[in-house]
């Protein structure tokens, strides 16, 4: 496959699409979706507004309420999802493109990872819905209390630019097969390959309305979805900052169920002891830098025993050249562009913040491929980093490693935990109890032990304290999308 030529000839259409039809924005405005591999225009996207918001929950209302999709049985629904995940598989190649053109990430990756993730979210939530049963509470023979799920009504997802397809799939995939519709706003970044999720799940047989998606900007687009009084749930991904927004706009609003998967800035601990050096330098090294950083559980503290620390980063930087960024159309790249340039931008103020601050640059830390027109930074390595510096306590969302040095195992467990985030964290160690031990005193929502980033469909995804409220994945991700309900029935006269 000649990518390079492929991605020159490619159309995209940027309308929104809502009850089953693509439309333009109400108001006419569009915005320009930019590449950030050499800073063309991919195309022009509506610019959805409070009427376009309105139109799509109208819709995905109608489509509740008349049963079109809610009423099926959980079997039919099965059958349904599953054609939408093959869908997505049969357009793969179209798919990966659209996301690596759109914000940035290797083709390699787009194609080998975001693409069957997100057919894989949405086949397995399609094969779990016909598995799960309801209850029958354990009461007086006097009366029956039957515990039962039903679907929410109308479910707003509100979703980042740095895995658009994954992230998208990872609440819509529970939330459609447990029944609702669904109003999805992407990320204004990286709008290209949700819209055409809702023309292949129009194609595989979702009905008309059930699955509505209206690209713009937060304020403009978000804002109203999590404010409307007809929404009975917000499934949001992105920063704390607009999180935390998201919980007020619920309370403002309907009292609307609020999920948040927020920020991290994750520790990864390496003791001495631990079973394989390379590999934890491999691990190290290869999850800050992979999505160009851009990941919410990126190990981007580092804390390695002071005995080791010296080889460790010797290791760590004679890496870092593999990931320096090429061109991500190529198939070999495996470092690719970042988003745009506000976040490029953003990333080398905090590389200046930390050579300011006086932390040591061993690696990186420039800019990279400007004739490209496109948004580059060098995969960047920070040693001799403090607890107060911006670059140890910030998240960066960018390819930047802060390393420190420790010596005491409790003092290394409360730095881990001195964060306001919680999403992930990971020991390296051969000792069972250490391992163990430590794992249970980091507040997060995932630990690793002696690996990172290990992952999989069946486990639950989300964070302790500010990384936000509730888990993404596996079958807990179904007690969001759906209201418990009891029903008592009187037996007047038992037997
Ligand atoms: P962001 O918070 O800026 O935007 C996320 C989404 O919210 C976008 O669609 C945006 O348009 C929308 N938005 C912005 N302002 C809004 C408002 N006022 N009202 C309603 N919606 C609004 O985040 P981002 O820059 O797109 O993504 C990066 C962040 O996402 C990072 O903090 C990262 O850690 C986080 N993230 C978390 C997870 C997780 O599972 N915990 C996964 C991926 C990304």
Redesign the pocket.
């Known amino acids: 496959m000649n990518t390079p030529n492929i991605s020159q000839q490619m159309q995209f259409d940027g309308r929104a699409l809502i009850d089953g039809h693509r439309r333009e924005a109400q108001g006419g405005a569009t915005f320009s979706c930019i590449s950030p591999i050499d800073g063309r225009v991919l195309t022009e996207v509506a610019r959805c507004q409070l009427a376009d918001i309105d139109a799509a929950v109208a819709s995905g209302r109608a489509a509740f309420e008349d049963k079109r999709w809610s009423g099926l049985a959980p079997a039919a629904r099965k059958r349904v999802m599953i054609k939408f995940a093959d869908q997505l598989l049969a357009h793969a190649d179209e798919l990966a493109m659209m996301e690596t053109l759109d914000m940035g990430k290797p083709i390699k990756y787009s194609r080998a990872v975001d693409v069957n993730s997100a057919a894989n979210c949405i086949r397995w939530y399609g094969e779990a819905v016909d598995k799960i049963y309801d209850e029958i509470a354990p009461t007086a023979s006097t009366a029956l209390a039957l515990i039962t799920r039903e679907p929410m009504g109308v479910v707003g997802v509100?979703?980042?630019?740095?895995?658009p397809m994954i992230?998208a799939a990872?609440k819509i995939a529970p939330a459609l097969a447990a029944g609702n519709s669904v109003v999805l706003?992407?990320?204004?970044?990286?709008p290209l390959t949700a819209l055409r999720l809702a023309e292949l799940a129009l194609e595989a047989g979702i009905p008309p309305g059930v699955f509505n998606v209206v690209p713009?900007?937060?304020?403009e687009?978000?804002?109203?979805?999590?404010l409307h009084m007809d929404v009975d749930c917000i499934g949001?991904?992105?920063?704390?900052?607009?999180?935390k927004?998201?919980h007020v706009?619920a309370g403002q609003s309907n009292l609307k169920r609020a999920w948040?998967?927020?920020?991290?800035k994750s520790p990864n601990i390496v003791f001495a002891d631990c079973p394989d050096l390379d590999k934890a330098v491999e691990a190290a090294v290869g999850s800050i830098f992979f999505n160009q950083g851009?990941?919410?559980?990126?190990p981007s503290r580092l804390f390695v025993e002071a005995s080791i620390q010296e080889q460790f980063l010797e290791r760590a930087v004679a890496l870092a050249p593999q990931y320096l960024p090429a061109n991500p159309l190529d198939p070999a790249t495996i470092m690719g562009a970042i988003?745009d340039k506000t976040?490029m931008d953003t990333v080398l103020r905090y590389v200046e913040s930390g050579k300011t601050e006086g932390a040591s640059l061993l690696y990186g830390g420039e800019q990279a491929l400007t004739q490209t027109g496109g948004c580059y930074v060098q995969p960047t390595i920070f040693a001799g980093v403090q607890p107060q510096m911006k670059i140890c306590c910030e998240?960066i969302?960018g390819p930047v490693l802060s390393v420190m040095s420790f010596t005491d195992a409790a003092e290394v467990v409360r730095q881990a935990n001195a964060s306001v985030?919680g999403?992930q964290a990971a020991v390296w160690t051969r000792d069972i109890n250490k391992a163990h031990g430590i794992a249970r005193a980091l507040r997060a929502?995932t630990v690793h032990v002696n690996s990172y980033d290990e992952d999989d469909i069946t486990v639950p995804?989300?964070?302790f304290k500010q990384?936000?409220v509730g888990r993404?994945k596996s079958l807990h991700a179904f007690d969001k999308y759906t209201e418990t309900k009891t029903t008592w029935i009187r037996i007047d006269s038992p037997v």
């Not at 687009?221 to 999590?226: D, K, N």
């Not at 948040?260 to 991290?264: I, N, R």
């Open positions: 509100i979703v980042p630019w740095n895995y992230m990872w706003k992407p990320s204004e970044k990286s713009g900007y937060g304020p687009a978000g804002s109203p979805l999590a949001f991904t992105g920063s704390t900052r607009v999180g927004q998201i706009m948040t998967e927020l920020g991290g851009e990941s919410c559980n990126a988003v976040q998240e969302f985030y999403l929502g995804f989300g964070g990384s936000g993404d």
